[in-house]
Structures are given as C-alpha cells and as structure tokens.
C-alpha cells in the first residue's frame, strides 16, 4: 500500500440504494443534489461520489440530462473531484455508463465483480414508510437480482473510459475475491497503477463489517499490489464511523456519505453529508492524521484534472 500523508476524505452524496422513504434529508433533485455536494466539499471531502435521482419521485436514474443539470453547477462552486457511478442495481450496463461515457469525469466508481445486492432483507422495516411504487419493487426485486460485471465488461471499462477518456478509477471491493478479479485485470493491462481501491463492507452479498475482514483486505491488497495502491474504506449504516477509523488507523482513506449511512448516532439521521464529513475531519485531525486538498488528492490518485472532464 501507498503511504498516505494526507487522507483524502470521499463522500457519496445520495448513492442507489437508499430511497425518501428511508431519510426526509436524502439529495433528490438537481438542487439538492448540488447543495449537498458543495457542503461536502466545504467540510473537507476531496472527492465528490454521485448518483443521479428522477427528481420527481427519487428513483435512480442513469438519464444524462439529470446527471447535466447538476455535474457543472457543483463544479463551477467547488474544486472537489467529481467521482460519477458505473454502478446501479436495477440498470443495463450500457445504461450504466452512459454518464461516464458522456462527461468523462476524473474518477468512476468500477464495480469488481458481481454481487448479490439482497435489498429486500430490508423490506419489512421500511414497508409501512414507502411513498413511491418503485421504492416497493427496488427493494422486493433484487431478491432475485445480481449486480453483474463481467470481465469482458471490466475490459471494456478500462479501454473506454480509462484508455480513451482518462479516467480514473475508484475500485469497489465488496470481497476479498473481487481484489483477485483486480490483480488479473491489471496483470492484463485494462487499468493501470496506481489503483484506488475502495474496500466495501455491510451489504449482503459481500464482507461484513468486522474488524478481521478489514485487515484481511489490507493484507490480501498488500501481497496482490504491494505499493501500486491507495487503500480506502467504506461501511454501510451504523458500522461508518469505527470501520473506517480502523482503517484511518491502519493507513487508509475514508468514504462517508448518505449513499453508505444515513444515520449519525443511534437513532438519529444524519441531516447533510456534510454533518458526516466534518465529523470523519474531526476524528483524523484528533488522531494525528491530516485530510488531504482535491489538488493534492489529484496529485495522489495522479488524476487528469478537473479542466479535462465533459462538462
């Protein structure tokens, strides 16, 4: 792994899996979606992780015409890397790219590998909340659903939009074979160092959040890439904070976000994704850890920077 000086700080701003039935404060619109991003920015988050929403009912959507109501406006107020989702549970995988495609940002998400995404299991707690008919089918349908990336997929990832495009990418690891599946595609050429590998750990289907799955990832990583990669860490719900410390401590970077967690104590949601960075900023700076600037995340990630991007 990668010595981090600095540890850059991502945050995803309103993801695909949490729904307005879940959180009266989820980004929604255009709007909101900028507000939010820029706050995160201002709190200290380097990177900026997105997901468009119909505006009217919430949905994810992959439409382009959403992702370019809001993806110039948040860069035009901050200087945050902008960091565009390939992944979305109930989408083609054309439809999946065509944002990326379209605007080529600095960083996208890259799924590696399938997951069984198994949503419903949240059913019955939010059954009575839900405001929308698809917030029923999102969740009850993926019973039946895998997450699909296939290697010829991943190849095509890496020539059109890192090759061609010069994007960057943010590899989401939800198993330890899925650092496996990275080690291949790199040996084959379709992404190149150094990789920036985002360990994944709460969602059924893949690691959950227990300190031994944290360091058996940074141990698989280290003997699979040695010092070609940066290490970060994301945790669904209310194992956030102290999986992603433990790997601060460890060296790591963080991943907060509405996309991850809605909650901020037992009990209470958290009212901005700023709310979730400041208090991440916090816990590095009393751990002796400084947070590093978008510029010097760029310089990190050795991104193509912001005045080359499609928007």
């Known amino acids: 792994m990668k010595k981090v000086e600095k540890a850059i ?9 949490h729904m307005p039935c ?35 009912t919430g949905k994810p959507t992959p439409d382009v015409d959403v992702y370019g109501d809001f993806l110039p406006r ?18 083609s995988f054309e ?14 998400s890259f799924n590696m590998g399938p997951l069984n995404v198994g949503l419903f299991a949240m059913y019955e707690r939010y059954k009575d909340k839900i405001q929308h008919d698809w917030e029923r089918r999102f969740l009850t349908e993926t019973k039946a659903a895998t ?16 090759e061609k495009r010069g994007v960057r990418f943010e590899f989401e690891c939800f198993d330890i074979g899925h650092l496996h599946s990275l080690k291949f595609i790199l040996d084959q050429g379709w992404v190149k160092p150094p990789l920036f590998i985002q360990s994944v750990y709460g969602f059924l289907g893949g690691l959950q959040p227990d300190p031994k799955h944290v360091l058996h990832m940074k141990q698989t990583a280290d003997d699979l890439f040695g010092d070609q990669y940066y290490w970060s860490n994301l945790a669904a719900g209310r194992n956030q904070m102290k999986i992603i410390t433990m790997g601060a401590i460890l060296g790591a970077n963080v991943r907060v976000g509405l996309e991850d967690s809605l909650w901020m104590d037992r009990g209470r949601l958290a009212k901005s994704n700023a709310e979730q960075v400041a208090r991440i900023r916090r816990i590095l ?27």
């Open 9 to 17: 700080i991502t945050c995803a701003v309103t993801g695909a899996v």
């Open 147 to 162: 997450m699909i990336n296939s290697f010829a997929n991943m190849e095509y990832i890496g020539k059109e939009l890192g």
């Open 74 to 91: 948040i860069k035009q107020r901050c200087d945050a890397i902008i960091n565009i989702t390939t992944g979305q549970p109930d989408c």
């Open 95 to 108: 439809e999946r790219l065509a944002a990326p495609m379209k605007f080529a940002p600095e960083i996208c």
């Open 285 to 311: 700076n009393e751990l002796g850890i400084d947070t590093a600037t978008p510029d010097e995340a760029r310089a990190m990630l050795q991104t193509k920077g912001s005045q080359n991007v499609n928007f």
């Open 22 to 56: 879940m959180s009266e404060y989820l980004p929604i619109t255009p709007d909101q979606i900028v507000e939010a991003a820029v706050e995160a920015a201002e709190a200290g988050a380097a990177i900026i992780h997105l997901h468009a929403r119909d505006p009217k």
